[in-house]
């Protein structure tokens, strides 16, 4: 399978079920990967593939609500139930890993270079509307003392600005969560029609830039918040998306492990 190019500091790993994600500025902090369309994650198998890649021994996934729960899965204690709701997942046991689910949404992870402490998060709007990313950071720093200036994160693909459309009513929706105007201004954007149409402007969302921004408003430094860049929408070769495929969208998965020390 042909992958696309990626900015830097992330690349391509061939695995036993195909390509795989990773960003070189977490590798050294934790084990970690995006999957890609070649991995069937409603299986078993699948998801144990995933964990198996990072050296983990099981991935814990939960049930995704588009909101900004956290469970926390802490060595030496018992997994949280799959039937779980949650969007975030925060971990300090190197034996499991944990893992989001995303066909669009942002997956998002987060590597405490100082305990080795982890987080994956997922991010659609509703998620990013609620702050997913800076709750993964409060649960951090609650449950492993993690100083946001140790975290490096890195961004997985998920739809872009180019392809995610998106009703005025979401402004509204973030307006109404808190979030600063100009922060709103800058991740929706709309896209001038062409010379001379009648078609009215569309708006779009910034999803992954908007989870950045969350990022380093919430002190993770600016130069170790990584974004893969890729839209999902546009590189379905390789990835999924809902948005494109509707019910025959696969899913994708952000999986990260703890670092043993």
């Known amino acids: ?49 995933a964990a198996h890649a990072i050296g983990a021994a099981e991935a814990v996934m939960v049930t995704q609500v588009h909101g900004n729960g956290v469970v926390v899965v802490r060595r030496g204690e018992a997994r949280p139930s799959a039937a779980t709701a949650a969007d975030v997942l925060v971990s300090d046991d190197p034996q499991v890993a944990v893992a989001v689910r995303a066909a669009d949404c942002v997956p998002l992870l ?49 739809i872009g600005a180019c392809c995610y459309e998106v009703g005025s009513e979401l402004v509204d929706a ?3 969560a808190g979030h600063a105007r100009h922060l709103i201004d800058r991740w929706f954007v709309t896209r001038p029609p062409a010379r001379g149409s009648r078609e009215r402007s569309t708006l779009r969302l910034d999803v992954a830039g908007a989870n950045r921004d969350q990022l380093i408003l919430a002190g993770v430094p600016e130069e170790r918040v990584h974004a893969a860049g890729m ?3 546009e590189h379905l070769d390789v990835l999924t998306s809902f948005r494109a495929e509707k019910e025959k969208a696969g899913r994708l998965a952000g999986v990260i492990r703890a670092r043993t020390t």
Not at 22 to 29: T, V
Not at 31 to 47: D, K, V
Not at 119 to 145: I, K, P
């Open 1 to 49: 399978m042909p992958v696309p190019s990626v900015p830097e500091p992330f690349y391509w790993t061939n695995e036993a079920w195909g390509p795989a994600l990773r960003c070189r500025a977490l590798d050294p902090i934790a084990p970690h990967l995006f999957t890609s369309r070649a991995l069937q994650l409603s299986s078993a198998e699948g998801r144990m593939a």
């Open 110 to 158: 987060l590597g405490d270079r100082r305990t080795g402490a982890v987080a994956a998060v997922h991010a659609g709007w509703r998620g990013t509307a609620a702050g997913a990313a800076a709750a993964a950071l409060q649960a951090m720093h609650r449950e492993f003392s993690t100083d946001p200036a140790d975290i490096v994160a890195a961004i997985g693909p998920s």
């Open 174 to 176: 973030f307006a109404a």
């Open 231 to 233: 839209c999902t929408a």
